[in-house]
């Protein structure tokens, strides 16, 4: 593909560690060239000036947003902000002819008074939002070939939501006896400083938090609900964990036929994972650990059923800030492009 051929794409969030990771994953994409950087406080800056080590790879300069100006450079924009802005800034890019992925929670949500209530931000986007599709590619890859903006999932909602899909879609489970329990690294949290993520207060540490009450509880029950077609509740437990990357989310639900074992369901996740290049179902007995998918865009998922309990037991682990984040918008914008899923996407790990 010759350099004009190229998609030409804008990053707004450069600065941050979803703007690093699209950085790193789009300088080595064939088909993609980065021709606008976004930031607020880091507006003017060379990118080495903000990661010495990637200087190398990028030259742009770091911009204060005009959208009109974006717009006019970019084909596809990358959003990789705080919650509550791309909603502003999304009409206008649309309205231009942009193709819009947006990693934050603005367009994940099919009914915005319930992210009004869970984001507390009030917005009038509306019509554009309700053109938005939830871009979970083993679940929604045809809407997602079809569309123009892309909510991209929350890294806890993709782990567990790959966890529980089957069990869902295929009625194998109550659905009101499912528990999730996710630990996650302490870049999940971003780039932009909160003490619960300085190394003093993280590190030789587990704990909790946003017990009964996180914001990702209705953007997995929203997904649950819509593959059971009806309304589904879950109980979802994160916790920090002293590391960088990854998150592992272990998801417990009771099944309606105690009949089934280990071996069933394995065969049942493998054919509905058929069709996925990034999800790797594991055989009877291997559990997934964060450090085979860190620096991948992969999601492995290992199964247990206790017929003591009459439990499944899924686990499921992922590099949040890749399958989690940026390349999961990568693997959007590959399906919404028409080019191979899994183009200029990483499969193999950083360890060992
Ligand atoms: N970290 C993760 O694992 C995941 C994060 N997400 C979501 O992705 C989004 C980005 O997260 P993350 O990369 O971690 O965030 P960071 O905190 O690392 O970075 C935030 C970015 O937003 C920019 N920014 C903030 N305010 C403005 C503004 N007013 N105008 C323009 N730019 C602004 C900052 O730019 P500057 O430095 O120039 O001020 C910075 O580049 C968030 O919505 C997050 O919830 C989703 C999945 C996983
Ligand atoms: C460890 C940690 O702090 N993780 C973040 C999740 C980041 C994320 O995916 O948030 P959005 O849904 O806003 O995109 C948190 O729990 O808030």
């Given at each position: 593909?010759?350099?004009?051929?190229?998609?030409?794409?804008?990053?707004?969030?450069?600065?941050g560690?979803?703007?690093?990771?699209?950085?790193?994953?789009?300088s080595?994409?064939?088909?993609?060239?980065?021709?606008?950087?976004?930031?607020?406080?880091?507006?003017?800056?060379?990118?080495?000036?903000?990661?010495?080590?990637?200087?190398?790879?990028i030259?742009?300069?770091?911009?204060?947003?005009?959208?009109?100006?974006?717009?006019?450079?970019?084909?596809?924009?990358?959003?990789?902000?705080?919650?509550?802005?791309?909603?502003?800034?999304?009409?206008?890019?649309?309205?231009?002819?942009?193709?819009?992925?947006?990693?934050?929670?603005?367009?994940r949500?099919?009914?915005?008074?319930?992210?009004?209530?869970?984001?507390?931000?009030?917005?009038?986007?509306?019509?554009?939002?309700?053109?938005?599709?939830?871009?979970?590619?083993?679940?929604?890859?045809?809407?997602?070939?079809n569309?123009?903006?892309?909510?991209?999932?929350?890294?806890?909602?993709?782990?567990?939501?790959?966890?529980?899909?089957?069990?869902?879609?295929?009625?194998?489970i109550l659905?009101?006896?499912?528990?999730?329990?996710?630990?996650?690294?302490?870049?999940?949290?971003?780039?932009?400083?909160k003490?619960?993520?300085?190394?003093?207060?993280?590190?030789?540490?587990l704990?909790?938090?946003?017990?009964?009450?996180?914001?990702?509880?209705?953007?997995?029950?929203?997904?649950?609900?819509?593959?059971?077609?009806?309304?589904?509740?879950?109980?979802?437990?994160?916790h920090?964990?002293?590391?960088?990357?990854?998150?592992?989310?272990?998801?417990?639900?009771?099944?309606?036929?105690?009949?089934?074992?280990?071996?069933?369901?394995?065969t049942?996740?493998?054919?509905?994972?058929?069709?996925?290049?990034?999800v790797?179902?594991?055989?009877?007995?291997?559990?997934?650990?964060?450090?085979?998918?860190?620096?991948?865009?992969?999601g492995?998922?290992g199964?247990?059923?206790?017929?003591?309990?009459?439990?499944?037991?899924?686990?499921?682990?992922?590099?949040?800030?890749?399958?989690?984040?940026?390349?999961?918008?990568v693997?959007?914008?590959?399906?919404?492009?028409?080019?191979?899923?899994?183009?200029?996407?990483?499969?193999?790990?950083?360890?060992?």
């Amino acid at each position: 593909m010759t350099e004009s051929q190229k998609v030409t794409v804008g990053i707004v969030g450069a600065s941050g560690y979803g703007g690093v990771q699209l950085i790193k994953l789009l300088s080595e994409h064939p088909a993609i060239e980065i021709v606008y950087l976004g930031g607020d406080s880091s507006a003017g800056k060379e990118y080495a000036d903000l990661y010495p080590h990637l200087g190398h790879l990028i030259k742009n300069k770091i911009e204060a947003i005009d959208l009109d100006e974006i717009a006019s450079r970019c084909q596809v924009v990358f959003l990789g902000l705080p919650n509550g802005l791309a909603c502003k800034f999304t009409p206008r890019l649309i309205e231009k002819g942009c193709k819009v992925l947006d990693l934050s929670a603005d367009y994940r949500f099919t009914n915005l008074d319930t992210y009004s209530a869970w984001y507390k931000t009030e917005r009038d986007d509306g019509a554009i939002a309700s053109n938005a599709v939830y871009g979970l590619p083993e679940l929604y890859r045809d809407q997602i070939k079809n569309s123009a903006l892309i909510g991209c999932p929350g890294c806890y909602p993709t782990a567990s939501l790959l966890a529980l899909s089957p069990l869902i879609k295929q009625g194998l489970i109550l659905p009101e006896t499912i528990i999730i329990d996710a630990k996650s690294g302490t870049s999940g949290g971003g780039r932009q400083g909160k003490i619960n993520l300085l190394l003093a207060e993280a590190d030789n540490s587990l704990g909790a938090y946003g017990v009964a009450k996180h914001r990702h509880t209705p953007e997995i029950e929203q997904i649950c609900s819509d593959l059971a077609r009806s309304d589904v509740k879950v109980q979802f437990t994160p916790h920090l964990i002293p590391m960088v990357r990854g998150i592992l989310s272990t998801v417990y639900a009771t099944l309606r036929d105690p009949g089934l074992v280990t071996e069933d369901l394995i065969t049942i996740y493998s054919a509905f994972y058929r069709s996925s290049p990034f999800v790797k179902v594991l055989p009877s007995g291997i559990y997934p650990q964060t450090k085979w998918a860190c620096g991948t865009n992969l999601g492995y998922i290992g199964i247990e059923v206790d017929s003591r309990t009459g439990r499944v037991i899924v686990m499921s682990a992922i590099d949040n800030l890749i399958k989690g984040q940026a390349g999961q918008a990568v693997q959007c914008l590959n399906l919404m492009m028409g080019w191979a899923e899994d183009l200029g996407l990483p499969k193999l790990a950083f360890y060992p």
